[in-house]
């Protein structure tokens, strides 16, 4: 019966990280696990969802510095993260074909896995600085 039980409750919180494509945090896949659900407790949530990475269902992102992300894409790629806003997004681009190699040829380790999080300004915060002015002329004031 308790095995029965989180495995309905793993394939509810892998549903809820399916339908978000924005690379949530585990607060917010509770949040929208417990609109749905409101008898699932944080706990379970973030069990489930450490489950899910270890079976390979979802990945995880680590953030430096902020809460880690959840991807339902398990595709190696490439991620950048908004040093303004947080969001974290998905490169669109190919892998680099040889970086592995290169890795491993630089450093002799055999290369298990691996996360590559890119940090910057994202467009849609680029454009809201230009539209307000920039950052300097509103510390002077």
Known sequence: MMQTRNTVQRQIVLQTVLRMHDHPTADTVYAAVAAEHPSI??????RNLNQLVCQGEIRRVPVANGADRFDYNVQEHYHVRCSRCGAVFDVQMPLIDDLLARVEDAS??????????????C???RENQSLSGSDSAARKI
């Open 41 to 46: 407790s944080k706990a379970t949530v973030y």
């Open 108 to 121: 002799g380790v055999e290369v298990e896995r691996y996360d590559i999080l890119f940090e910057g300004v």
């Open 123 to 125: 467009q849609r915060c």
